[in-house]
Nanobody, 121 residues
């Protein structure tokens, strides 16, 4: 059974840093993409960062040059390094993993439970 376990959220002052992690547990899959969405109260969900194991990445304009996503293939874990955090980065951050199950020939997208990030002085 596949599960995504997220960690790393919390309260940080403006200008501070946090690193989120998202670990995929289970068997029989290959990761073809991972990333994070975020959603703040009263706002639309926003794709923050997306990455494939080969290294290709994409970011929302609002976080470019401040957020960095990476995937540790050996650990089936993605990381989102966030620096120069701003109050407007406050949101629930939700990890996802696109997995390929070769035995079934299926691609399935899984979601983590989310972690809260609050940027406030």
């Amino acid at each position: 059974q596949v599960q995504l376990v997220e960690s790393g959220g919390g309260l940080v002052q403006p200008g501070g840093s946090l690193t989120l992690s998202c670990a995929v547990s289970g068997r029989g899959f290959e990761i073809y993409a991972m990333g994070w969405y975020r959603q703040a109260p009263g706002k639309q969900r926003e794709l923050v960062a997306h990455s494939k194991p080969g290294g290709s990445t994409s970011y929302a304009d609002s976080v470019k040059d401040r957020f960095t996503i990476s995937i540790d293939n050996a650990q089936n874990t993605a990381y989102l390094q966030m620096i120069s955090l701003k109050p407007e980065d406050t949101a629930g951050y939700y990890c996802y993993a696109g997995l390929y199950f070769a035995d079934e020939g299926n691609y399935i997208k899984y979601w983590g439970p989310g972690t809260q990030v609050r940027v406030s002085s």
